[in-house]
């Protein structure tokens, strides 16, 4: 039975069997080989950058089961769009404004046209050249292990041919699932109080392209007029060996307002930034990817929390290399001593911004906890920060100068001891002065108060100030610094004088001495947020 079952003619050989089953393990090796080659090579290869009029874009394609494509906007969130099922997710990613393209763009005021009308063809272009070098990235792959695993050409050619059939298929779910009409229902994910601003209108987008068209021409120009101008600033030098501190307030999120730091912090080469607060809107882990551009500044940073900022965002802060967390501590950074402490009060929600007793008394005493850890130091306290100036009354006699923010407005004046605070309406109003008496300067908003400041009819303007300190460590100067809001072009500087505060009255103890080719812009009045 034995031999029968040996040369039965219709029974292959065990050896023929063996050979079979063989080339097919093999085979199945092979593609098993080629598709992990060809998703290195799409992971390595599948990006890339594309110029949109004056934005740069990073354009990416993976892997995906569900397909849809991505539009990251940092901080602020992302889009969502079902646009296709095929198994490749497009991912859209904004990043910075390019200063130089910007200014070219707006050097020739007929290439405005142009440019919005060529963005999204740009964009098309670079999604094209994104899924050609993605594809050949991970053929290119495919091949590269293929041939250093199997080192045979027949096997790396057909690992080629396999995968150029796969590349095909997903390219051809993907168009065949195409759904254009996706840009009408995105879905947002992140802060929910920015989602109306980033979707907007979005199923009318169609309907009212020119107009849309129009506010990128207005938002190319604005932003190009507001680069050229900083630019130009002029640099006051009272002596070489000023220390120069640019004092912000209030960013509230705003993407912008980086921009208008980094260029007067490094166009004026200021030593120190210190910020008085509500750097964030509402304090959540999100928004924590904001203060990573505290890093690009180069310089010492130091913080107070606002009443906006929550402990997570402080955190976040005290991460970054260059920054440090004022909370009731003192530092002394480039021969200036700095003393502050944090608001504390948490209230994020516009409905919770209207300060009852509690939290007026609150805030009362945080300043008097900063002013008992001054008088406890063995080392004199320069400049103290809070958040909001009624911190500050306790401070009245202890240290020269307070800086402050939350009021969204400029405002200087000189604090008694003792005395309630009462902030002018008008920063360039008149001080009556009395000997010792401390300095206080709260700043506007450095990010015209965010997306809240688009509330108004003429929306805030991005406020931020240069402190110049002599070789004893007074105050001698400062710039005020106004850059137009949100669909404004106007930069202004002002330049002040710091006189001595003297027994003199009524004359003013600070005398204004502004640059002949600056002017102030009109004073914005608003409620502290």
């Known amino acids: 039975m034995a031999a029968e079952r040996r040369h039965h ?7 023929a069997r063996w050979r079979r089953t063989r080339r097919v393990l093999r085979g199945v090796l092979l593609g098993v080989v080629a598709i992990i080659g060809m998703l290195i090579g799409v992971q390595l290869g599948g990006h890339t950058t594309q110029d949109i009029g004056p934005f740069q874009a990073q354009l990416s394609l993976t892997p995906s089961l569900h397909g849809d494509t991505s539009v990251e906007i940092p901080p602020l969130g992302s889009l969502e769009l079902d646009s296709h099922d095929g ?5 859209i990613r904004l990043e910075s404004l390019d200063e130089a393209r910007t200014r070219a763009v707006v050097a020739d005021s007929g290439n405005l046209e142009q440019v919005s009308h060529d963005a999204v063809d740009q964009l098309n272009l670079g999604v094209r050249r994104l899924a050609m070098q993605t594809a050949g990235s991970g053929l290119l792959g495919a091949m590269i292990l293929v041939g250093l695993a199997f080192r045979a050409r027949r096997e790396t050619a057909i ?14 779910a993907t168009a065949l699932t195409f759904k254009p009409a996706a840009i009408q229902e995105p879905t947002y994910r992140g802060l929910l109080v920015n989602a109306p601003a980033i979707i907007g209108d979005a199923r009318r987008i169609t309907d009212r392209y020119e107009e849309y068209r129009a506010q990128l021409q207005k938002i190319v120009l604005n932003v190009s007029k507001l ?3 900083i630019s130009a600033l002029p640099v006051y030098e009272p002596n070489t060996s000023a220390t120069k501190v640019l004092h912000i307030s209030d960013m509230h999120l705003n993407p912008a307002a980086w921009g208008v730091v980094r260029t007067v912090a490094d166009q004026f080469s200021v030593d120190v930034v210190v910020d008085t607060g509500d750097i964030n809107d509402w304090g959540s882990e999100p928004e924590s990817s904001y203060v990573g551009e505290i890093s690009k500044l ?13 402990a997570v965002t402080a955190a976040a802060v005290a991460k970054q290399p260059n920054a440090t967390v004022l909370d009731n501590s003192i530092t002394t950074v480039k021969g200036l001593t700095f003393a502050g402490i944090g608001d504390p009060r948490f209230t994020p929600d516009k409905s919770t911004d209207a300060t009852d007793a509690e939290q ?41 100068l307070v800086l402050a923010g939350h009021r969204h407005a400029r405002s200087i004046t000189r604090l008694d001891p003792n005395i309630p605070i009462v902030l002018p309406s008008d920063a360039a109003s008149p001080i009556a002065t009395q000997p010792e008496r401390t300095l206080l300067m709260v700043e506007g908003s450095t990010g015209g108060a965010g997306l809240r400041g688009l509330e108004s009819a003429k929306p805030l303007p991005l406020a931020l100030s240069i402190l110049y300190f002599d070789e004893d460590r007074h105050l001698t100067a400062y710039d005020d610094i106004q850059v137009g809001g949100t669909g404004l072009t106007e930069v202004s500087l002002q330049r ?11 004359a003013p103890s600070i005398s204004a001495v502004p640059t002949p080719s600056s002017s102030l812009s009109p004073s914005v009045t608003t409620s502290g947020r």
């Open 9 to 15: 003619p219709f029974r292959p050989a065990p050896s």
């Open 87 to 91: 198994p490749a997710h497009l991912q």
């Open 159 to 172: 690992a080629g041919l396999v995968v150029v059939a796969v590349l095909a298929s997903v390219g051809g």
């Open 227 to 229: 680069y050229g101008t």
């Open 298 to 310: 180069r310089v010492p940073y130091l913080y107070v929390r606002g009443n906006h900022d929550s």
């Open 360 to 400: 007026h008394a609150a805030v009362v005493a945080s300043g008097e906890r900063l002013a008992q850890k001054i008088l406890s130091s063995p080392k004199p306290v320069d400049v103290a920060m809070v958040h909001d100036p009624v911190a500050a009354q306790p401070l009245a006699g202890i240290c020269p």
């Open 496 to 506: 002040h004088i710091v006189a001595p505060d003297t027994k003199a009255a009524p």
